[in-house]
C-alpha cells in the first residue's frame, strides 16, 4: 500500500523559511513522480512544483519560483519541499501526491488521482 505523510508545517512570520517532509512508503520515491499541491481557505487547490522519476523539476505557480525548492532523498525515501521568503499568501495546507494532475482547474484538490497524503498547515503571519 502506498502512503504518504507530510510533516514540517508550522506558524511563521513573513520573510522566514520553512521545510515540508514527504514520507513516502510502498514504493520508492526515484521511481515516483511526486508533486506539491496547496490549498488556501477560499482559493483553488493548485499544483505548486513536482519532481519527477527523471529528475525532472517543474515549477506551475510562478510566484514560487526563485523561493520554493523541491528535492528527493532517495535513502530515506522523502521528498521535501524548501520554502523560503514565505508570504501571507503562501498560507495553505500543503500536501504531497503521488501522481499529480496537470491542468487541473478545481477548487477542490484532485484526490480523485494518484496518493495523497494527509496534508500540513503552513501559516505565515505579516
Known amino acids: 500500500e502506498v502512503q504518504l505523510v507530510e510533516s514540517g508545517g508550522d506558524s511563521v512570520t513573513a520573510g522566514g523559511s520553512l521545510r515540508l517532509s514527504c514520507t513516502v512508503s510502498?514504493?520508492?520515491?526515484?521511481?515516483?513522480?511526486i508533486g506539491w499541491y496547496r490549498h488556501a481557505p477560499g482559493q483553488k487547490c493548485e499544483l505548486v512544483l513536482v519532481?519527477?522519476?527523471?529528475?525532472?523539476?517543474?515549477y506551475y505557480v510562478d510566484s514560487v519560483k526563485g523561493r520554493f525548492n523541491i528535492s528527493r532523498d532517495n535513502t530515506k525515501n522523502t521528498v521535501y519541499l524548501q520554502m523560503s521568503s514565505l508570504q501571507s499568501e503562501d498560507t495553505a495546507v500543503y500536501y504531497c501526491?503521488?501522481?499529480?494532475?496537470?491542468?487541473?482547474?478545481?477548487?477542490?484538490?484532485?484526490?480523485?488521482?494518484?496518493?495523497w497524503g494527509q496534508g500540513t498547515q503552513v501559516t505565515v503571519s505579516s
Open positions: 519532481i519527477n522519476s527523471d529528475g525532472g523539476i517543474y
Open positions: 501526491v503521488k501522481q499529480y494532475l496537470v491542468g487541473y482547474d478545481g477548487w477542490e484538490c484532485p484526490r480523485f488521482i494518484g496518493h
Open positions: 510502498g514504493v520508492g520515491v526515484a521511481d515516483s513522480d
